[in-house]
């Protein structure tokens, strides 16, 4: 490890400690106020995500939540759920799989007043909306330097290191399919990653989320068929795992060094980088669907969140676990391709090379899009907008080609950043998430669809999209009868 690298880790050690008790704090304050409404309206989320999308002010039919879902799902969902969580594993042990759970569930009150927040300060883009941590900083606490900084922060770290890291995830993956590797390999790999890109991201933000609707449910759901596959050859041993699994959590059976404060560590921040939950960055997602009600893209972010953990990340560490593994002998995305092959047979290290490129592809897309939203926070200029899609191209090629532990620690620290200052606006904004969840489970007592006007809490100051004139008509469940006071 060089010098830099060493520094750069040696203070993401230290500051780390810092974030993970802000988001594990906050996580728990926004639980206790919502009364856990990640997991009160869960049947909600799945009645909301289906919902079809209001029309734009030129009439266009806008960005359906399901669309909006996929965007965050496309960054959510890369290789930190097949390598990081092998990472966790191999570190933690399996007791570290316990505290990735738990993070979720409690992340997920985290997203829902993040995302909530993100939908209630949109503003109008030219074909969907806009909006995220940096929109609510200026508009809801109206302190527009702070959205200053967090958009430069998220741009960097989405828009150009991490759009590089899952290019170079993708050359490796490759490199050990085909059983070589070197610069040629590699140059091949960065060529076929930055035509692809360019030809994304280059069609705005429509052709991203019509790509990412498509590829992610395609090949998660093909990876989520593998792990039952698993799990169901396996089944006479899951309880004896689960049991493994929690008593590790606890320290009570050891199985890699470290005890229970690995474990803990492991988990917490192997579930925080994975399903992004306070980061501030799904709710630039959120923020593009044409919803009724702000707390719906709430709502449908938390079950991102139990989408990516709950499901992709579980099924990489019941893999892992069912096959007994050596946890000295390989980790990251290796470990888990050396299980899936003890289980199914070697063409699955094919299959996940496969599954590693379009989720890590669909990453980069999904982590450009971050970037887009916020240069269009910083600026209106189109020629700053193309040259920053040009650098991302270049990202993805650089990323492919070189060796990146120092940027990994950059991206560590960056996000780190990122996420704190996000957690400094929600804190304070969280009352106004808690209100429009009220508003909207009222209406839902009465049998009703809920909309929201901006007329309906007038105090608000900063709102730019809501209108008392909504572009969709007002129903009851499906008809027509709903008002506002």
Partial sequence: MDRATELVTDVNGRFWYLIIALLVGLGLYFSFRTRFVQVRLLREMFRVITDKPGDLEDGKPGISAFRAFSISAASRVGTGNIAGVAIAISIGGPGAVFWMWVMAIVGGAT???????????????????????????????????????????????????????????????VSTSVGTGGDSVNVIVGVVVALLTAAVIFGGVRRISSVSQVVVPIVAGAYLLLGLTVVLLNIDRVPEMLNVIVQNAFGLQEAVGGGIGVAIMQGIRRGLFSNEAGMGSAPNAGATASVSHPVKQGLVQSLGVYFDTLLVCTTTAFVILLADPDYGSASGASLTQIALAEHLGTWTIHFLTVAIFFLAFTSVIGNYYYGESNIGFLTPSTKALNGFRALVVLCAFGGAIGSLPLVWSIADLSMGVMATINLIAIAPLSVIAFRLMKHYTDQRRQGLDPVFHRGDMPDLVGVQAWTDTPSWPERRDGMAGLRHG
């Fill in 111 to 173: 997203s829902f007043v993040e995302s909530t927040l993100g939908q209630l300060y949109k503003v109008p883009d030219k074909d969907s909306y806009r909006g995220g941590p940096a929109y609510y900083m200026q508009y809801g606490l109206g302190k527009r330097w702070m959205g200053v900084i967090f958009a430069v922060v998220i741009t960097v770290t989405y828009g150009f290191v991490f759009v590089a890291v899952q290019s170079n995830s993708i050359a490796d993956a």
